[in-house]
């Protein structure tokens, strides 16, 4: 069974860089077929793609984000990280970490249990 | 503004059947297959239907899915009480390389 569990802080102030790392068991970030997103749901709202980064270390992100984000992977202990830098208010969310899956089709089939990131002075 | 759209809001009597929409273009439910997550207050979404129309197992026969063209719904007949939650549509976006959602519809078990 894959789990997948974020960590970081829980309070940024406005213009630092949120910095978030998700750590994966039960599958390797390595393996063929899946990628790593960060998705974001500000309170009340719907889900957001960040970014993924693809089992060859290939990375996208949504480019509503312009160029504040960075994902990267630590295989050596089964991580990926997000940065997102000048914070607002307006990113205050819950940020997931997931798993792509794309046998047969895509599917987000794992999923972090999501860590809530408050943008505040 | 969420790329998929879905209505807010939709609600039922326990027992009986209820459908949500999603709505998207030719680059995300165009060109791929839809998937639903559901998701209760306060916790991560959980898939409840892939490849538009494929229940992972453990999830009940009452949810379907299915999808013509650019639209997607999820159908859930013989409601009941657990499954009032928020349901999500989703879908990968040629155009963007990346998912899109919808904004969530709220299921009330009146």
């Known amino acids: 069974q894959v789990q997948l569990q974020e960590s970081g802080p829980g309070l940024v102030k406005p213009s630092e860089t949120l910095s978030l790392t998700c750590t994966v068991s039960g599958g390797s970030v390595s393996s063929g077929s899946y990628y790593w997103s960060w998705i974001r749901q500000p309170p009340g709202k719907g889900l957001e793609w960040i970014a993924y980064?693809?089992?060859?270390?290939?990375?996208n992100h949504n480019p509503s984000l312009k160029s504040r984000v960075t994902i990267s992977v630590d295989t050596s202990k089964n991580q990926f990280s997000l940065k997102l830098s000048s914070m607002t208010a307006a990113d205050t969310a819950v940020y997931y970490c997931a798993r792509t899956n794309w046998n047969a089709a895509p599917k987000i089939d794992y999923w972090g249990q999501g860590t809530l990131v408050t943008v505040s002075s | 503004q969420s790329v998929l759209t879905q209505p807010p809001s939709a609600s039922g009597t326990p027992g009986l059947r209820v459908t949500i929409s999603c709505s998207g273009s030719?680059?995300?439910?165009?060109?791929?297959?839809v998937n639903w997550y559901q998701q209760l207050p306060g916790t991560a979404p959980k898939l409840l239907i892939y490849s538009s129309n494929q229940r992972p197992s453990g999830v009940p026969d009452r949810f379907s899915g299915s999808k013509s063209g650019t639209s997607a719904s999820l159908a859930i007949s013989g409601l009941q009480s657990e499954d009032e939650a928020d349901y999500s549509c989703a879908a990968w976006d040629d155009s963007l390389n990346g998912w899109v959602f919808g904004g969530g519809t709220k299921l009330t078990v009146l």
């Open positions: 030719s680059s995300n439910i165009g060109s791929n297959t």
């Open positions: 980064m693809d089992y060859s270390g290939n990375t």
